[in-house]
């Protein structure tokens, strides 16, 4: 056996023993992959990503910034806008709006006597918080063809410090509006053992994959020798 054959299969087996060793590191870096620490990011991401994929259901009211500016002795200064149309006080008589007294939890244009439009007397329904927060937005687009010129209380700071007020002007006060917590909808759970044991599998399938194609290697550099140790056509 020749030495250029020797040198051939040591180097097959040596190509062979390096393509395995490659692969088992690409498995260990897809199964440990290393995340630096958040601190040493340039900017901070979330650290931890939960298991379950959520969406959060956004509730439009009310809002923090609503809750937070209840303030019955502000509203009474806002309320000096609406006086010239309406009283909040007890046996307080109607203007050109109705009297606001017990105004807050009562059905909608149910004032006896008063005269309303067609619109507001089509809406049905109650003055809850959230109703009355819409319509001191904007009136008119809260109540088609409203009598109500008004054009409204844009900041809603504003408006929430008014509808205090108007909770306490009554006979039995209704209960205050407590915060609203959101809703979590879950939408998909992705189980981490599962992608772990895929991982694995490629792991696997890679290594065998490698020790095929390394005895495929040999075997040709050993057919290759044996054609080489031949002798000649004709000869002894």
């Given at each position: 056996?020749?030495?250029?054959?020797?040198?051939?299969?040591?180097?097959?087996?040596?190509?062979?023993?390096?393509?395995?060793?490659?692969?088992?590191?690409?498995?260990?870096?897809?199964?440990?992959?290393?995340?630096?620490?958040?601190?040493?990011?340039?900017?901070?991401?979330?650290?931890?990503?939960?298991?379950?994929?959520?969406?959060?259901?956004?509730?439009?009211?009310?809002?923090?910034?609503?809750?937070?500016?209840?303030?019955?002795?502000?509203?009474?200064?806002?309320?000096?806008?609406?006086?010239?149309?309406?009283?909040?006080?007890?046996?307080?008589?109607?203007?050109?709006?109705?009297?606001?007294?017990?105004?807050?939890?009562?059905?909608?244009?149910?004032?006896?006597?008063?005269?309303?439009?067609?619109?507001?007397?089509?809406?049905?329904?109650?003055?809850?918080?959230?109703?009355?927060?819409?319509?001191?937005?904007?009136?008119?687009?809260?109540?088609?063809?409203?009598?109500?010129?008004?054009?409204?209380?844009?900041?809603?700071?504003?408006?929430?410090?008014?509808?205090?007020f108007l909770r306490l002007?009554?006979?039995t006060p209704q209960q205050?509006?407590?915060?609203?917590?959101?809703?979590?909808?879950?939408?998909?759970?992705?189980?981490?053992?599962?992608?772990?044991?895929?991982?694995?599998?490629?792991?696997?399938?890679?290594?065998?994959?490698?020790?095929?194609?390394?005895?495929?290697?040999?075997?040709?550099?050993?057919?290759?020798?044996?054609?080489?140790?031949?002798?000649?056509?004709?000869?002894?």
């Amino acid at each position: 056996m020749s030495g250029l054959f020797v040198n051939k299969v040591l180097g097959a087996l040596l190509a062979s023993g390096l393509g395995i060793i490659m692969i088992n590191k690409f498995s260990n870096v897809v199964m440990h992959a290393e995340v630096p620490d958040p601190e040493k990011f340039a900017y901070s991401l979330a650290v931890e990503a939960p298991s379950t994929h959520e969406a959060v259901v956004e509730i439009a009211f009310p809002s923090p910034a609503w809750l937070g500016a209840r303030d019955a002795a502000k509203g009474a200064k806002v309320f000096k806008k609406c006086k010239s149309c309406h009283t909040a006080v007890v046996g307080g008589k109607d203007g050109t709006g109705p009297a606001l007294w017990n105004i807050v939890g009562k059905p909608m244009a149910s004032t006896a006597g008063f005269s309303y439009s067609s619109g507001m007397t089509a809406m049905g329904g109650t003055w809850g918080y959230e109703e009355l927060d819409k319509f001191l937005t904007k009136p008119k687009d809260y109540v088609s063809k409203t009598k109500m010129s008004f054009n409204g209380l844009k900041k809603e700071t504003d408006r929430a410090a008014l509808i205090e007020f108007l909770r306490l002007a009554a006979d039995t006060p209704q209960q205050q509006l407590f915060a609203q917590t959101q809703e979590t909808v879950a939408l998909t759970e992705i189980p981490t053992d599962v992608t772990e044991e895929v991982l694995q599998d490629t792991a696997t399938t890679l290594e065998d994959t490698s020790l095929e194609m390394a005895g495929d290697v040999v075997e040709d550099v050993i057919k290759d020798g044996v054609e080489e140790t031949k002798p000649a056509d004709g000869g002894h």
